[in-house]
């Protein structure tokens, strides 16, 4: 039969395990084994938090209140009790008797490193809760150092998870990715609620690496994690979590999701936990477009509870979602007067400080005063371009550009409004650069990164757990590239005379509220030009990518002709809209292309008044001028790799090779994945002909097939070195997706990310046969010192085929 000690220690891992019923019943069990005052007392501090976490606060401190006023308790019994009530005050959100109980309990258990490590991890919570990140990560550093002396690393796991979390409230991402990634395993593996736990605040992290949808599904999966436990305070700051990454998404069902939140909240007697919940409920009123009075007035007694209960950042943000209401009901100087009463600093969350900056433009905006806008969105922008510049992953930099959408929307529509073109410039490059902006490092050699992605490339299809985790974990490691490097935008004056010296001209296509405009611009001339409606332009863009794919599966036999037909009946109706009306002011000149998203797959080669034309699209015209400054570096070393199940793959770079004396070929079983990156890390050009896949929701993840499997965007951040120049001769490869605003990844854009200069891939389907002709003409040009975009303007006019190949970067 268990004595009273031994089920007590049964009770306290119990309640490790989150099993806080059971914990429960085997304290109730060991109590009436005892009279032993001390015993007793352990057994009340055990039973407080199990009370707490089962809806029964109130029980939960009168019991730990009772040790503290009983006789025959040890001072480390003692030290417990008050480390437990600080734990308790945390939870129901009274701040300063939390510090108060916590910082008596950590004097009073020195020197036990156990207890210790317990109460300044709980300290370190209750600062993490309230905005004090410093503090925290101090606490939580601690803990750290206490449970690696008493030898427990469950618990020191905790801590450096915890640490983590710290770091992502002081902005930083990556510290954050570290310590979470080195603990969360660890902890997921405890119990289902630990593995939710870790699943709930990985997704906080996810929301500020912009990933706001994988968020949402890790939170909903938490949340039904934590119901089937019966843990209904736990689903409740899950559902606050939840409802606060909605707000963006989807404000109505982040308002009712809040409110379901704060109703279990109030029940269990946690009033500042419920006014948060509350607050968010507002915040998504106010998203969703609501302008009622009554809303401020509920706001503003929100605000003031927050405050008082020392949750100031949440405070803030509110306030300054109110100055957003007040704006909306046309109330400028009530709005001015919200700003100013509002502080916010570089200790900041990113997303408040960059929220605070759109507040700010729009009140700008509002009176009339477009260059303060402007300034307001240029220096929002600024610090997130700062923030991103702390990792280098193309992937990070890409997702979390979305914080940075609607200040950039806020300085276009300010310098439309303008409509002098050296505005229109800069700000269509601002909008269209919130990642390219940053340039990466190379990264340093990462053997896990590299051992995972062949793992993936021979994983068994089928089996979608596996490959969902590999995919998961890929994606984590590249998260910890190097840092990057700021750019700004060049400006006009600089960009044409880039243009004059290359008798060259740029069109940038901006599309804002619906509307598509074209910025065009030579070395001597720059106008703005209105296009039209964008919606009727990105219908007709969907018919031609269809019809594309179907002329090149039906080259011959009879429909062909009739397919051709139509297909450039589409293409004429789509350049009287994007082509004509700027053909007066770019003249026959090479072009340099920066479109709009919403222009992605548009065969800008196929559109008359533009073939034969030398096209290149780069990433921004800012990256266009720092590379054409300089000739395309000769080439001398050519690769060519030939993928399998591809009818005229051999035969494509065999006859591609005849132009190249010191040309490579990889084809058959020697065209696997590690023999393709030896010979891209050699040679000036490479050719890869294979099939192609361009999955939309993780671009990074776009593949040729190579003999043993695909080889993926990951795999060539890895590279050490890359070519000036890739052909993607693979179907889809050329394809973007569109992932925030104006950004757009895919194969050719990690090619240019990693430092190739020009990129030549098809937006479409292209037959076996087609391919094999085209880039044997091609490669003749290019061997003879023609640029790679001026060879291919001369292919694509050569052939009464449409032709969707596109040349990315810089061309010429």
């Not at 690696?148 to 469950?154: E, F, R």
């Not at 854009?749 to 076996?768: C, E, Q, Y």
């Amino acid at each position: 039969m268990d004595d009273a000690e031994h089920l007590h220690q049964l009770a306290v891992a119990a309640g490790r395990e989150n099993s806080y019923p059971r914990a429960l019943e085997l304290v109730a069990e060991a109590r009436a084994r005892t009279t032993d005052p001390n015993l007793l007392a352990r057994l009340d501090v055990t039973a407080a938090y199990g009370e707490a976490e089962t809806g029964n606060l109130a029980r939960a401190i009168a019991l730990c209140e009772g040790v503290l006023e009983s006789d025959g308790v040890e001072p480390l019994t003692i030290g417990l009790a008050l480390g437990q009530l600080g734990l308790l005050h945390t939870r129901n959100g009274d701040a300063a008797e939390a510090e108060r109980r916590l910082t008596a309990a950590i004097a009073q258990l020195t020197g036990v490193p156990e207890h210790l490590g317990v109460a300044s991890l709980n300290r370190g919570v209750m600062f993490l809760e309230h905005g004090n990140a410093d503090r925290a990560a101090e606490d939580f550093t601690t803990a750290a150092e206490q449970f690696a002396l008493a030898g427990i690393p469950t618990e020191r796991a905790k801590a450096i998870y915890n640490l983590g979390c710290a770091q992502l409230q002081r902005n930083d991402l990556i510290a954050a990715m570290k310590g979470m990634d080195e603990a969360g395993p660890t902890l997921a593996a405890l119990s289902p609620v630990n593995s939710a736990i870790v699943a709930q605040d990985r997704a906080e992290m996810l929301v500020a690496a912009g990933r706001a949808h994988e968020a949402i599904e890790a939170l909903q999966s938490a949340a039904a994690a934590f119901g089937r436990e019966g843990l209904r305070r736990f689903q409740a700051e899950c559902e606050f979590d939840l409802a606060r990454t909605l707000l963006a998404q989807d404000p109505a069902r982040s308002k009712s999701v809040a409110q379901h939140a704060a109703r279990v909240f109030g029940a269990q007697g946690s009033t500042s936990w419920a006014a948060r919940a509350k607050a968010i409920a507002i915040e998504a009123e106010i998203q969703d477009g609501a302008t009622g009075k009554d809303l401020l007035t509920r706001g503003d007694v929100l605000a003031t509870e927050l405050t008082g209960s020392g949750l100031r950042p949440e405070a803030h943000r509110l306030g300054l979602n109110l100055a957003r209401l007040a704006l909306r009901r046309k109330d400028l100087p009530g709005a001015a007067l919200r700003l100013a009463k509002i502080p916010v600093t570089t200790d900041s969350a990113i997303t408040t400080r960059l929220l605070a900056r759109e507040v700010r433009a729009e009140l700008a905006a509002a009176r009339g005063q477009d260059g303060r806008a402007r300034m307001y969105a240029r220096n929002g922008l600024a610090e997130l371009h700062a923030w991103q510049a702390t990792f280098g992953s193309l992937d990070l930099q890409t997702s979390a550009a979305g914080h940075g959408q609607h200040l950039a929307r806020l300085g276009l529509r300010a310098a439309m409004h303008d409509g002098n073109p050296e505005v229109v410039f800069e700000w269509s490059e601002r909008a269209r650069a919130l990642a390219s902006r940053v340039s990466a490092l190379r990264p340093p050699p990462d053997p896990e990164l590299a051992a995972d992605l062949t793992a993936l490339r021979v994983a068994d299809p089928k089996d979608l757990a596996t490959r969902r985790m590999l995919r998961d974990r890929i994606r984590a490691h590249s998260w910890f590239a190097a840092q990057g490097t700021i750019g700004e935008p060049t400006d006009l004056a600089t960009l044409q005379a880039r243009l004059a010296a290359d008798d060259s001209a740029l069109i940038a296509h901006v599309v804002l509220d619906g509307t598509l405009t074209a910025l065009a611009a030579t070395g001597t001339d720059a106008a703005v030009i209105p296009l039209g409606d964008a919606v009727a332009v990105r219908t007709l863009l969907d018919r031609i990518a269809a019809d594309l794919d179907f002329a090149a599966q039906n080259r011959d036999g009879g429909m062909a002709a009739a397919i051709r037909t139509s297909l450039r009946a589409d293409l004429a109706q789509l350049a009287d809209v994007l082509v004509r009306p700027v053909l007066a002011t770019v003249g026959y000149r090479r072009l340099v292309l920066t479109p709009s998203a919403l222009l992605s797959g548009t065969p800008w080669t196929e559109l008359p008044g533009l073939i034969g034309r030398p096209i290149t699209v780069p990433t921004s015209a800012t990256r266009w001028v720092q590379q054409a400054a300089e000739p395309i570096a000769a080439v001398r070393e050519v690769g060519f790799l030939a993928g399998p199940r591809l009818s005229r793959s051999q035969e494509e770079v065999q006859r591609a090779k005849q132009s190249w004396p010191r040309g490579h070929v990889l084809g058959g079983d020697e065209a696997d994945a590690a023999r393709a990156g030896w010979l891209a890390a050699r040679v000036d050009l490479l050719h890869i002909a294979g099939h192609g896949s361009h999955p939309g929701d993780h671009p990074l993840f776009a593949a040729v097939e190579l003999a043993d499997g695909p080889w993926f965007g990951h795999d060539i951040d890895l590279l050490p070195r890359v070519p000036e120049v890739v052909v993607l001769s693979a179907c889809d490869l050329g394809q973007i997706s569109v992932v925030h605003g104006e950004e757009s990844v895919g194969m050719s854009a990690v090619w240019l990310h990693t430092g190739t200069r020009a990129v030549v891939s098809s937006l479409a389907l292209l037959s076996d046969d087609l391919a094999c002709e085209v880039f044997a003409s091609w490669h003749h040009l290019v061997s003879t010192g023609v640029a790679p975009a001026d060879a291919l303007a001369q292919v694509s006019a050569a052939t009464d085929d449409v032709l969707p190949l596109l040349c990315f970067g810089a061309g010429w």
